[in-house]
Each structure stands twice: as structure tokens, then as C-alpha cells.
């Protein structure tokens, strides 16, 4: 618990600005991007959801909206049939069942058309300031690597990392490791000569050791 705290905190050095890199103004624009973010990246959501958001304002619109419409917004998301149906399902149960208004709890949150226990994590964690653990495929990889969890099911891994980790941390926690997972502690070949924690990491040097080429391999943006 010592160890993983510390590198929480050694983390929050290291990212100070760690955030939910997808765009939102509003907990709707919030769920609706994170829904869409899955199999794809951040950056390609942020360039669909513009217009999406333009055209949907509500819970109501998207309710309403014309199934092939909504998949032509989000053909470049990737899976856009499946996600079309997940944005429409959402407004309408939030339509029928919460007036229109995204819940704000987990119970309810993951009774949503395509939304598990990441998406509603995030949800809370960022849109409402409930303390969220988003276990995504970079922090589950990084809480493996650390040596937090042996686990592979993320809700165990929550559940294991929970008990580690301060629960006012949690969301700052899930943004810290997965910029590190973005930017340094790569699946295939971390960075790990260039990493800030690999003193405090037992799988330092699974990955590239020299200072000069992993600092290379470090993304910056
Ligand atoms: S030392 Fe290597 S494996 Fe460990 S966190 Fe850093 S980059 Fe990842």
C-alpha cells in the first residue's frame, strides 16, 4: 500500500495536469463521448463530437434522432452501427426513466444501453466528482506491471487497487496512470529508462532500459 501510494503521488508530479482527455461541457456530452471513445481513440472522438453535440443538444434528441443520420456522424468512431444504437438506447432511457437527466449513480448508470462500470466511472469521477477507478486496457496493463493486482477481470482490479489507494484519489489515479500508459509505459515496449516510477515498478526493464532511446519513445502531447 506504501509503494502504490507513493507512486500515485510520484505520478501526480509527473502529470500535474492529468485529465479526461475527451471534450465535454455537460454530464450528456460527457457519457455520449465515452460511449463512443470505445476502440477508438480520444483525439478522433473530440473531432466527431463537435457536430454530434451541435445537432443533439438532449437527452430528447438523441432519443429522437434518425438512425442513419447518427451513423454517418459517427461512421469515423469505428463500430458506429453499434454505437448509434447505444446513443439512441441512452436517450431514450434517460427520456423514460430520469427525466432526461444522466443519473448519478453507478447503479443506475450502468443500466444504460453500452454503458459498463468504465464509462459510468468516468461519469462520475469527472462529470459529478464521485471518486471513479476508470479501468481501462492502460491501467489495467499498469496496475499489473506495478505489481498493484495479479488480477485480469477489471472489476477485480478495482475492487484490488480500491483498497490500495486513498478512494479521494481514485479519479486523479485513473487519469495519472493512463497518461503514463499513453505516453511512457507502452503495451508492446515501455519506456522504461525514461519513466519517473520505474524505481518504484518490479517490471522496470521489460522494456527499452537505454535513458537516451526511451527518452525517444516518450510521447509528448
Ligand atoms: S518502469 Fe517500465 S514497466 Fe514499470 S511503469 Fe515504468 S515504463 Fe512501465
Not at 79 to 97: N, Y
Amino acid at each position: 500500500m506504501r509503494r502504490a501510494r507513493r507512486t500515485n503521488r510520484e505520478l501526480a508530479s509527473t502529470y500535474p495536469d492529468a485529465h479526461c482527455e475527451l471534450d465535454f461541457t455537460t454530464p450528456l456530452e460527457l457519457l455520449i463521448a465515452t460511449v463512443l471513445s470505445a476502440q477508438t481513440t480520444d483525439k478522433r472522438v473530440n473531432l466527431t463530437t463537435p457536430e454530434l453535440f451541435a445537432r443533439y443538444p438532449d437527452a430528447a434528441a438523441y432519443a429522437a434522432a434518425d438512425r442513419e443520420d447518427l451513423e454517418d456522424i459517427l461512421r469515423p468512431t469505428g463500430f458506429f452501427r453499434a454505437k448509434a444504437q447505444s446513443v439512441i438506447g441512452i436517450g431514450q432511457a434517460l427520456v423514460e426513466r430520469y427525466d432526461g437527466q444522466v443519473p448519478r449513480s453507478l447503479d443506475d448508470l450502468v443500466t444504460l444501453p453500452g454503458v459498463g462500470r468504465k464509462t459510468a466511472n468516468v461519469v462520475l469521477g469527472n462529470a459529478f466528482g464521485v471518486p471513479g477507478l476508470t479501468v481501462d486496457t492502460h491501467f489495467g496493463r499498469l496496475v499489473r506491471r506495478l505489481g498493484w493486482t495479479t488480477e485480469e477481470d477489471p472489476v477485480k482490479v478495482e475492487t484490488e487497487v480500491g483498497e490500495l489507494i486513498e478512494k479521494r484519489e481514485w479519479t486523479m489515479l485513473s487519469h495519472r496512470l493512463i497518461f503514463h500508459g499513453r505516453r511512457v509505459c507502452f503495451a508492446r515496449r515501455p519506456a522504461c529508462g525514461a519513466c519517473t516510477i520505474a524505481q518504484l515498478c518490479p517490471s522496470s526493464g521489460v522494456g527499452e532500459t537505454d535513458p537516451v532511446v526511451a527518452a525517444g519513445m516518450v510521447k509528448t502531447d
